[in-house]
């Protein structure tokens, strides 16, 4: 009994419909981070401009700037340090990345199941 069950099962798992995986689209972008609000001492300023907690939430938005659905993949490059002197002085500047990189995915449409009747 037990094993005409286990036979059935496996016969019907061998004409089940196939699953699909989910496809994405990918996309790299590359971007510049904001200057700090503040005016700084140059070391200050470069450690504060390439901090990873900054990095992590600039790539996040640059990916979400290309609209719903978009998120990120990784942080390819973390880009070079930037600064410009503030008030026209050398002591103080406001720094920030320039040339991030970044890799979006987003699911590719009807993969899923998002469109009616489709899938």
């Known amino acids: 009994m037990k094993g005409n069950l286990i036979s059935l ?4 798992s061998f004409f089940c419909g196939q699953t699909y ?3 994405y689209i990918y996309r790299d972008l590359m971007a510049n ?3 700090s609000a503040k005016c700084e001492a140059k070391p200050e300023a470069m450690k504060s401009a390439a901090k990873t907690y900054k990095l992590k939430r600039y790539s996040k938005k640059f990916c979400q700037t290309q609209g719903y ?3 990120i993949k990784e942080i390819k490059q973390n880009g070079e340090v930037v600064c410009n002197g503030c008030n026209g002085t050398d002591a103080l500047q406001q720094c ?3 040339d ?3 890799a979006c995915k987003r699911i590719k449409p009807g993969t899923v199941g998002m469109l009616p009747g489709k899938g």
Do not use: F, N, Q, R
Request: glycine content about 6%; charged content about 10%.
């Open 33 to 35: 981070t904001l200057p």
């Open 21 to 23: 995986a989910t496809e």
């Open 69 to 71: 659905g978009w998120h």
């Open 100 to 102: 991030v990189v970044v």
């Open 96 to 98: 920030y990345l320039e």
């Open 9 to 12: 099962c496996l016969i019907l």
